[in-house]
């Protein structure tokens, strides 16, 4: 006999193996552990990685002044926040945009990579850093937000214009893909003996 949770409703089965069924409370397919689950999020987080670089560089948005075309990147933003004197705003755009997705990153493939590789740390503060990149993940989105909210609330046509560049949308898929990758990844794999 042995005992199976549903890892979407954590209802308890008793089984006689750990062969794959469907959970008869939220239908979800209840298996011993997700197929490929690391090999999957490692390579999302590796993708979402690549795009973090786009993000940073290209232009978040495009303001369009009377023709005039002025392009600015997130860090430029907060720059120029910083020369108005708009200390919290430039400390939000920062953390949210820059800081929040890095920490993720770095986190997820830290405990990725230490499932692999020996590393000497107790997994209970493996799950820490997972819960903690999981639980810090919603905040990251406010800068598309912004954009999102900019660029429908100022357009005016030819007079001036907001829209999204390259790195709004390198932004919000790196975003997404780190979502999926840490949704994704199956928390019991770090207490299989390897
Ligand atoms: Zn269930």
Known sequence: MVLISCKNCHKMYEKQNYDDFVCSRCNHLVRKRIKDSLQVSIALTICAILLYIPAMLYPIMEVTRLGVKVESTILGGVISFLEYKSYFIAFVVFTASVVIPMIKLVGLLFIFISIKVKVKMHNNRKI??????????????????VVAILASVVQLDEIFNIKG??????????????MIAANRFDTRIIWDEQ
């Open 165 to 178: 560049g390259i790195a709004a949308t390198s932004f919000a898929l790196m975003v997404i893909l780190t």
């Open 128 to 145: 820490l850093i997972f819960k903690f990149v999981e639980a810090i993940g919603k905040w990251s989105m406010i800068d598309i937000y």
